[in-house]
């Protein structure tokens, strides 16, 4: 139980259990809007379901958000238990460490993307003038709830399999015994899924930027499609060549490490940067799909003009983070550090 008196640990459950509270007792009010909402109808109990239904989904807005810092919340709990954990130099070791693996940062990342989607839904629900989406957001509650308890739950199992007498294993032993083959011109899949990451997130940016000046469904969809591929292959490339180049070792590729102060860190907006992009992007998609169902084009356009000036922005952090340490290392060294 000696897991459960860290103070990482313990501000990580808590905030997964108010967000889990808040998202169960707001089912029993999206229940009663389901079957109750009569959109446009002027009686008592339809004006009190309303009145109940605004300040529900501004409490389950408080909770998601609360829930989408869970995501960060997982990994620091993590790298911080690391310094009581003998052999686990960053969280990896610490996740290897435990029966549930890295599946807690699974779960969060589940929930965190779930939670992000109901509030772009949400935020476009309160730019109607008609709240014509609040059974379309409540309906989404019984998606998102299960995967805020899942989290919690599947955290506090982790917490609960923590043991800090065990001895762990490095990140580079599980990791660094399949890296890339060194070739004279640095190329390999790391660098061929580094230059497509590149192409795919600057296209992805493209994609929102121009949708936010004029928008539609064919440059949202796009959008949304896009960012998918953009983030596995921005993942991949990470792995396998962006993190040996701030390690400036060939054969370390730990993405746990790249929150560490010792490569400035860089993990932080490269990884945040990924998350928002991605979420903005598909979210994109989202706003576009449900266009006839809001019914006001111009506060439809408004939302994806938003979406695609901070999806852009989004991309272009990872764009800089994920070339900052390529290029810092061949312009200090002339050379690909595979060689």
Request: with cysteine.
């Amino acid at each position: 139980m000696d897991a459960f008196s860290r103070p990482w640990l313990l501000a990580r459950l808590a905030t997964g259990a108010l967000a889990a509270v808040l998202c169960v007792l707001a089912l029993g009010v999206a229940v009663r809007v389901l079957r109750h909402w009569r959109l446009g109808a002027t009686s008592e109990g339809q004006l009190a379901l309303e009145r109940r239904a605004e300040l529900v989904a501004t409490l389950v807005q408080v909770a998601l958000l609360v829930s989408l810092g869970g995501l960060a919340l997982t990994v620091l709990a993590a790298d911080r238990s690391a310094q009581s954990i003998r052999g686990a130099m960053c969280a990896w070791g610490v996740f290897e460490s435990t029966g549930v693996g890295f599946l807690p940062v699974a779960t969060s990342a589940l929930a965190a993307f779930g939670c992000a989607l109901w509030l772009v839904v949400h935020r476009l629900d309160l730019r109607l003038e008609r709240p014509v989406l609040t059974r379309a957001k409540f309906a989404a509650l019984h998606v998102v709830t299960p995967l805020v308890v899942l989290d919690l739950v599947t955290f506090g199992v982790f917490a609960a399999q923590l043991d800090f007498d065990v001895v762990a294993s490095c990140c580079s032993v599980s990791l660094d015994g399949g890296a890339p083959v060194r070739t004279g011109a640095g190329m390999g899949p790391g660098a061929t899924l580094f230059v497509a990451a590149l192409a795919l997130s600057a296209g992805a940016a493209a994609l929102l930027f121009a949708n936010a000046r004029r928008p539609s469904r064919g440059l949202s969809f796009a959008s949304a499609v896009a960012s998918v591929p953009a983030a596995g292959l921005a993942l991949g490339a990470t792995l396998l060549y962006v993190a040996p180049h701030a390690y400036e070792l060939p054969h370390h590729r730990c993405p746990f490490c790249l929150l560490h102060a010792h490569v400035g860190g860089i993990g932080w907006p490269l990884f945040g940067g990924l998350f928002a992009a991605t979420v903005l992007g598909v979210g994109t998609g989202l706003v576009a799909a449900l266009r006839n169902r809001a019914g006001e084009p111009t506060q439809v356009d408004a939302s994806l003009g938003t979406l695609g000036r901070l999806g852009a922005f989004g991309w272009l952090v990872v764009l800089v983070t994920l070339a900052f340490p390529v290029a810092s290392y061949w312009l200090r060294t002339g050379a690909s550090v595979f060689g």
